[in-house]
């Protein structure tokens, strides 16, 4: 049995003052939810006191992105033992808003997660194809080259550890949620690669979550497909009501 996971991305939202309410929030209404993991990723410049905040509780706390080098002259840039310094257990990688304006590739999407996964960081790695690629009707092959490149070098081990989300670039920010039969489809697909690229053990621990749009109007529907682990929400995860009735799949 594979333990859904939430998580909220907060992308450039929230100072440190309405993240603190945010989670102030938050808190209360998830409490005593235990067969679900979640995870709230807020800017970098709260990361600190957020985890801070949210330990001992049972909410995790994510990176938005990771750099691949330890240290090192990366203006900008932040490293996955700096992160795991301040108790960040997860990272977001490759999520497409990265790879559309900050020209992230492939090759360094599977170099972030190699790093954070060396820290003791789980990677969320991000894929999903445009919505030309799905009107071509080459999005199976797209995806699952996606998945291919980012968990290149990984051990099947660790690639069962990974959590991989499926976030179709037309339902993100846009409103438009992928059915649920959309969802479904592209997330066996991945979990297919997986065990083809792994073997069996790694595509039946794997975690795979949807993201585009999820609201609590489609928590339910999504979360009762087979390969639907779990969904990475943006615009919905900035309202406590709202991020805990996902988390409840309510
Ligand atoms: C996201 O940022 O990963 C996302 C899915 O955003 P939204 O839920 O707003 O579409």
Request: contains cysteine; aromatic residues 6%; positive net charge.
């Amino acid at each position: 049995m594979r333990k859904p996971i939430i998580a909220g991305n907060w992308k450039m939202h929230n100072t440190i003052a309405e993240g603190m309410k945010l989670i102030r929030g938050l808190i209360p209404l998830v409490k005593g939810v235990k067969d679900v993991d979640i995870v709230v990723c807020p800017t970098a410049t709260a990361l600190a006191v957020v985890t801070s905040t949210l330990r001992g509780k049972n909410i995790q706390v994510g990176a938005q992105n990771v750099h691949w080098e330890k240290d090192g002259a990366y203006t900008g840039e932040i490293a996955a033992p700096m992160l795991k310094e301040i108790g960040v257990k997860y990272a977001i990688v490759g999520h497409s808003e990265r790879r559309q304006y900050f020209g992230e590739t492939d090759e360094g999407v599977n170099k972030r997660a190699r790093a954070a996964f060396a820290a003791g960081i789980t990677p969320i790695i991000c894929v999903g194809e445009s919505l030309a690629t799905r009107e071509k009707g080459t999005y199976l092959r797209f995806v699952a080259r996606q998945v291919r490149l980012a968990t290149n070098g990984f051990q099947p081990e660790e690639a069962a550890k990974l959590v991989l989300a499926y976030e179709p670039v037309w339902a993100i920010g846009t409103g438009k949620t992928a059915t649920f039969e959309q969802a479904e489809e592209v997330c066996a697909h991945i979990r297919q690669t997986i065990t083809r690229l792994f073997g069996a053990a790694a595509g039946d621990k794997i975690r795979i979550q949807y993201g585009g749009s999820v609201k609590t109007a489609t928590i339910r529907g999504l979360m009762e497909k087979p390969d639907v682990d779990g969904v990475l929400v943006g615009g919905a995860a900035l309202k406590a009501v709202d991020f805990s009735q996902i988390v409840k799949f309510q």
